[in-house]
């Protein structure tokens, strides 16, 4: 019997890395996506620049439909979800792992998939997709040397966790799926948050206006406690200043672009979690609302 073919949905900055990584690993992989970036990854393939891993062009195969019975790695924006939902729902995936932000999407993928094992993992990389649609290669620049990917201990023996390993990238397996999840998005959350209000990287924006900061720690933290992953704000604290404090991110370039992107599937995530568990988050509803009224200004 033949191996199912192993597909990576949304060739974009985390997308397109982890195809490429694949690829780069031996493991012989197609993207999936919108057609022009499918005839960049077609003609050009997908160029890399790495702090980490060095840079490189992976030739990747490009499709506009997920094949029948592929292993699927879901790698695009939270406002990509519905039609990636459709596509997944047509192929009659085995596997699918996504690598969405957020808590809310998981659901979703295993409604549109009924027969696969559907798991939802987190990655953590600071990537950003350099070129546009046009001619040239795909071109994803990964800036220092985080590259990380985790998911939960259920996810251990599915073929996609062992392509994964056979990359450069640091896989983790282990814990409950919620787990996984809020692992990353109780730090993504006030970092997202925090660059995006400032537009300043991590350092300064923390700095900023120290006391809102502080509050939104505080209130991030109550609600990945109430999730079950036991958090203070003094430990988002710590984890943020470890970061690099020039650090930004992906809601923060797509802010500068007069774009909310991925606000709702992140900071209101949080928001609406904690109103279930029937906690105040006057700092984070507030937060919330300025970030989209700079995207709102910068798109006038």
């Known amino acids: 019997m033949s191996t199912p073919p192993l597909v990576v949905i949304g060739p974009g900055a985390i997308g397109g890395l982890v195809a490429a990584l694949l690829e780069r690993a031996g493991r012989p992989v197609t993207v999936v996506g919108r057609p022009g970036s499918l005839a960049q990854v077609a003609a050009h393939g997908i160029a890399v620049e790495s702090d980490r891993v060095g840079a490189w062009r992976a030739r990747p195969a490009a499709a506009p439909d997920v094949p029948p019975g592929a292993r699927v790695i879901v790698a695009v924006k939270a406002d990509g979800l519905a039609a990636v939902a ?74 996609l966790t062992r392509a994964l390993r ?58 990945a406690t109430a999730e079950g992953v036991p958090t203070t704000g003094a430990e988002l604290g710590g984890i943020l200043t470890g970061l690099p404090p020039a650090m930004r991110s992906s809601l923060q ?14 900071g209101g995530a949080v928001l609406r979690r904690g109103r279930l568990h029937g906690l105040a988050s006057p700092t984070l509803a507030r937060t919330i609302d300025e970030i989209a009224a700079v995207a709102a200004r910068r798109a006038g």
């Open 86 to 159: 459709a596509q997944v729902a047509a192929a009659r995936p085995t596997e699918v792992l996504s690598l969405l932000n957020g808590v809310e999407h998981l659901e979703a993928l295993r409604a549109a998939a009924p027969g696969a094992r559907v798991v939802a993992g987190s990655i953590a990389a600071e990537a950003l997709r350099t070129s546009t649609p046009g001619d040239g290669p795909v071109t994803i620049r990964h800036r220092g040397q985080i590259l990380r990917v985790a998911v939960p201990a259920v996810a251990a023996d599915l073929s």
């Open 166 to 223: 056979d990359t450069e990238a640091d896989v983790a397996v282990g814990g409950a799926q919620a787990e996984v999840l809020w692992l990353k998005l109780r730090f993504l959350a006030p970092l997202a948050l925090l660059t995006s209000r400032a537009q300043a990287g991590i350092g300064p924006a923390l700095e900023r206006d120290r006391a809102a900061s502080d509050a939104l720690l505080a209130e991030v933290a109550a609600v």
């Open 253 to 266: 370039a797509d802010v500068e672009a007069g774009r909310v992107g991925e606000l709702n599937a992140i």
